[in-house]
């Protein structure tokens, strides 16, 4: 019964066209090599509560493979509801500045929430809910911090490039007490903010700005001038539109918010990361005080690739860290392998592709398919443009 099962299964998904690209060898869109355009999905799984499948007859042929997922949907399903709810949410309560006395921990989610002072999360659902908007300020953070989880050790993922790069930030992010004080004779330099840009900016960028400045708070002795860059960097922020007019002061009309506090400023502009460098908009590039960030970028999608073929030989050119994100493994590899086959002579590795210890852990369900779910931030690796190191030439 299992194999005929089996056999039905597959004829029936052979028969339909696949309503998107296949993500992975493993993804059931890959089984649908048919021609009939694709069923609609209205019988919903009685235990997830998702719809699954067009008809009863196919869910019955199917539920084998569903069981492979039907909890993680449940749980989604649970957690979409519990945020309409109108319960209040106390772990959206964010913490302060940190005590220069009090070090952070930055282990895994739990040292880290209670080493920074959150309210005590004691169910799961409730720290779903908080990881999924601090994935995004805590992944750049367990990077780039000095007590980074990742380092040289074996198994912690780090290239000998990496360290050279992550050192010199480090260098700015952790600077010694100066000694600076309120008066005249307390007076001291301070340096530069630290630019991170977020190149391919989506929701991200519509967080609240409370989130973001948790970065700051783990660096409280430096600054951060955070600059969002994409078409779609405006996303869900309809408030502020219309855009800032283009002028000879603000050529790319820039959304600038410059109150958030003494540490952190954010710029957001609606454009390709290429046409700004191209403009020499932010020259010069600083190794101790620009990185980049790639959340999700799709780098090696079908759908998506073709948009970072001009930016990815300007990304590399600046020799700075870019530090990406992958929804699963499988789309890690393929943006690692898609960077590769594009420029591959020209970069070096600084941190090898695998799990984010600062992943969301909740997890997202693909609307468009309610088989296709993923994690925000499930792994992270990091690569920059090749530096030639120069050699003496002794004359024999």
Known sequence: MPNGGSALRQRSSQQEIPTRSAESPHDLESRKTGAQPPAHVRYECPDCGIPVSCSEDHFVDDYESHLEICDILREI??????LRSGRFFPEFSYPGPQLD????????????LYSREFVAINEERPMRQVTRMLTYPVTIASVLHELSPYSLK???????????????????????????GMDIKGLRPNPP??????????????????????????????????????????????????????????????IVEDRLSSQMKISTYVEYFHTLHNAQHFYPYDPYFDAFMLFH??????????????????????????????????????????????????MDILLEPGENRFRSLRWDLNDLDPQDISAGNYGVWAFRGKRYETQMREDS
């Open 77 to 82: 399903n649970e957690d979409d509801h519990d």
């Open 101 to 112: 006395e009090a070090q952070i921990n930055m282990t895994n989610w739990d040292t880290l």
């Open 154 to 180: 074996r198994g912690e993922r780090l290239t000998v490039e990496g360290l050279k790069s992550f050192s010199a930030l480090r260098y700015t992010l952790h600077p010694p007490k100066s000694g600076a």
């Open 193 to 254: 903010p630290v630019r991170l840009f977020i190149l391919g900016a989506r929701a991200e960028s519509s967080l609240p700005r409370a989130v973001w400045m948790q970065l700051a708070h783990l660096f409280p002795r430096a600054t951060f001038h955070l600059i969002f860059i994409g078409p779609d960097s405006m996303a869900n922020r309809d408030d502020e539109f219309p855009l800032p007019e283009r002028t000879p002061s603000n050529p790319f009309g820039a």
């Open 297 to 346: 970028p799709g780098l090696g999608h079908p759908a998506s690739s073709h948009e970072w073929a001009e930016t990815i030989r300007p990304l590399l050119d600046t020799k700075v860290p870019i530090i990406c994100t992958g929804y699963t493994q499988w789309d890690m590899e393929r943006d690692m392998q898609w960077v590769q086959d594009t420029v591959g002579g020209e």
